[in-house]
């Protein structure tokens, strides 16, 4: 006791002791975060699925959509927390159809106006919904303008142009396109990719951000690329 | 309350008696060699400081790193048996000073500056906070009991567990100088010194829930030993489970305190603060993940508007029911979220069927019946939550083998979970007035009165509003029907608790 001993039992303790403590820091701070992000995704993606079955024809719409609208974000220069922000946001943006009459989503003929606003309040009620959960309350304002449209004839505030959140406006995009694509009770028979992207170009300028269509035809540009490579190859 | 204190004194004093024992045999059989004290002060403050920072986390429950345990093991292997008592005793009395003394003048001073002072001031007042949280304004007897109880658990603690040490031929390391064998005279006695150390820690939680919070219903030993072996099973192991990981960073503190001095005690803390850091991090995130997803889940239910009471209702009676039967903190931890997403199958089922005043043909039924196995297998893909499936999709399933969904009996084990949820789901829609917690909405006008009020008859077109589907029952009327249904419907086991608890605490109808 009156002298320090460092013998190597001494310093082979130590090592242990702190590689200990840096182990629990690290799994803690990178491990953690990165389990719990998955777990996230994973369960809002089951949740947003369940949401679906009621909707006959949308199954999968909310996880094509999120995997679209991150391809359009990171080519605007969205990364990071606006990143996983916004698949947040592609995943839960229907999830209000949860309270609105199964009749009204698989109704075939076209919908009086009272059902139309009764349709047209889900944005409203998903953005309700995530602001009572902390963890989502930032990205109620992306949910509740995803039906926006850029020249302000969309709902439900009618916002235009830049005042419409821009993750809003790409997720306007991808939802539409991935719409058009698919089957739905209201329209007779789905788009080819060809005839919707289109439909998209057509709409650049009036009801979508000129800038996001351009990104959008960068990522269906680039997907067909590798289609078409993987063909050859 | 008054039972629990004198179930509390019971305990305290045959845990006193058995620590006067030990302390008189060590005091008797254990010399003290050479001059441990100085050193024994260094221990305190180490012990007392562990303490006051383990505060926060011995309120979470499943996790406990309570480091009182593994330190004083550490102080027996240095100091020997006595000191490493006093140490225990001494750093007890020292941080319920402290806690008892931050509540008062937390209670005093720093309730209104907390939420208002951002710097400093601030910060010192939530310390104070939370290191008072766990005194609660205990009177003086109350507290002098507590501090008794814990002090003679340390010394039961720890004095056979060194005694086993010495006996083994373990050194007390403080004196051995260098001229001792690292394995037979310090390792090998040192795992015995946990184990023996551990069992007693064991039987001392298991005395005290025996006697604290005894099973409603059971009476004399055989009451006290099922409480015990429920208490064993339940919540001692993963305390003990955490006490043998911090032991390996026990041994290396005694070891390294040996060699070098207090600054052993630097490396040693690091990797404790680590863990307790760990911890913390991963019960918030868990509590938030889950918290999340209940509610995202909950409110998906909505699609009906009846479903927003009851669903909470459900989550509260079952957790209540959890608590009662003595399930696993674990359970009692799941059980309102299982309460809460019980019907998440019923999403993919329309209104029409749902709310249909008729009678529902076959094959409507059948799409209802479809609703646990389609929760179940919503559930099943939701992280954290894989203990649950079992208990949405049995939670139609009779005590008898009837409900549905239709398996082969031989096979299907209820959960006690499911059976809890069950007889919570029935009970609340026996006595649920479901029209009556509707938003009241006009059939024929579509007119809906500001101030919530039900009317009997619109007051804009003055159409009778429709009746009820059934008159809801009575609490009698519904305890009697749970009563006939156990044994048959019901698990007889849960509606005894149930019956139990509603007769002591009561019970609130249609929150």
Redesign the interface.
Known sequence: ?DS????P??II??V???S??????Y???VY??AR?K???V???T??AA??E??DAGTLGHAQRVAQLTMEMARRLGLDGDDLDRIQYAAL?MD?GK??V???ILNKKDPLTPEEWEILKSHPRLSAE?VS?????ADIADIVLHHHELWDGSGYPDGLAGEEIPLESRILCVAADYDAMVSERPYHPRPLTPEEAAEQIRLGAGSKYDPRVVEAFFDVIGSKQTTEQKALAA | MEDKLRGYKIATGFISFVAAVVTLVVWLKVPIEGNPWH?AMQFVVLLTVAELLAVRLNEYEGVSVSPTSPILWAATCVLGILPAIVVGVASAALSMLVKCVSFYVHQKWCVTLENKERGPIGAICRILGELGATWQARPPDVAALYFLWYAACVVADVGPGGLVYYWLGGKFL?NAG?EFQ?VTDFILPFIALVAVSSGAHIAEYAIGTAAVDPIPGTRGLYGVLLRMRLAIIETALPIVKGQIVLSV?AL?LA??Y????V?GFL??V??V???R??FT??VR??D??L???A???T?????HPYTRGHLKRVAELSERLARELRLPAESIRHMSVAGLLHD?GK??V???ILDKPSQLTDEEWAQIKEHPVKGAE?IS????LEGIVDWIKYHHKWYNGGGYPVVDNNECKIPIEAAIIATADAFDAMTDDREMSLDWVCDSCGYRPEDGAKPRQCPKCGAEKRRRYREPKTLDEAIDELRRGAGTQFDPQVVKAFLAMVERDGIRLNG
């Open positions: 006791m320090y001993n460092f013998t039992g001494v303790t130590g242990l002791l702190l200990l403590a840096i182990f629990s820091v799994i803690s701070r953690l975060p719990i998955a777990a996230y994973k369960s809002i089951v949740l369940a949401v079955t009621r839960i999830m949860a309270r009459p199964q009749a919904m009572a959960v902390p963890f989502l | 050193a403080i260098t690292i960073v290396q070891y390294l040996a060699r070098i001095g600054f490396l040693a690091a990797p603060l680590a863990l850091d760990f991090h991963w995130e868990r938030a993940y918290n999340t997803i509610t995202l889940a409110y998906m239910q909505y699609y998440i999403i993919g329309s209104e029409e919503i893909h939701l992280d954290f």
